[in-house]
């Protein structure tokens, strides 16, 4: 079957750099989303990975290693309003598309 | 900007009503999806539907039926509300399916309550 795994909770501090790992085990990998969720609202795209290495838009990154079913997201000079769940997404089988639980990120002054 | 509009932001309906939740978007998308979404379980995939009038089941379709008459439309049904039908629900639409275009965009949600 398929599966991705996320931490499920983790804090930091304003000013921070944190990295939310998400490993995967899934059958005809064709893509990695990151997605953004604050409580009580709905899901926001942040990034998308098919090859292997580092996106970069901002203060967020996004890596890819497609031979060890992993990837991160990077959060640089974090802020208040970055407190979240991310939502790693896996598209695989050509045009499957699976969730993982998601990462709760508090960021405290 | 892709918008997508669900009918209600909260619903309290009886064990046994039957419920409709609707969903519309505004870009032409192909697809369109409904997920509950339940802490400690994640955004679970109920149906989709590639086009006008095709639907598929999910990973958790049981208990749910679904509609899709025009493009921009796809209405989720439950056809005998139960207590463990209270969640999240949200729809989605993508552009295409598979990679880089299965980008979903999400509407607001619908906080559904089973009484």
């Known amino acids: 079957g398929q599966n991705i795994d996320q931490p499920t909770e983790m804090t930091a501090t304003e000013g921070a750099i944190v990295q939310i790992n998400c490993t995967y085990q899934t059958s005809g990998f064709n893509g990695l989303f990151w997605y953004q969720q604050h409580a009580g609202e709905a899901p926001t795209f942040l990034s998308y990975n098919v090859l292997d290495g580092l996106e970069e838009k901002g203060r967020f990154s996004s890596f890819l290693s497609r031979s060890k079913g992993y990837s991160y997201l990077l959060l640089k000079e974090l802020q208040m309003k970055d407190s979240a769940s991310y939502l790693c997404?896996?598209?695989?089988?050509?045009?499957?598309?699976?969730f993982g639980t998601g990462t709760r990120l508090q960021v405290f002054p | 900007d892709v918008k997508v509009t669900q009918s209600s932001r909260y619903l309290v309906k009886r064990t046994g009503e039957k419920v409709f939740l609707e969903c519309v978007q505004d870009?032409?998308?192909?697809?369109m999806f409904w997920y509950r979404q339940d802490p400690g379980l994640g955004l679970r995939l109920i149906y989709f539907s590639y086009d006008v009038k095709m639907k598929e089941k999910g990973d958790i379709p049981e208990g749910y039926s679904v509609s899709r008459e025009k493009k921009e439309r796809f209405s989720l049904i439950l056809e005998s509300a139960s207590t463990n039908q209270t969640s999240m629900y949200l729809c989605?639409?993508?552009?295409?399916?598979?990679?880089?275009?299965?980008?979903?965009?999400f509407g607001p949600g619908t906080r559904l309550t089973v009484t």
């Open positions: 997404a896996v598209v695989y089988n050509t045009d499957k598309l699976i």
């Open positions: 870009m032409d998308h192909e697809n």
């Open positions: 989605a639409s993508s552009l295409s399916p598979g990679g880089r275009l299965h980008e979903q965009y």
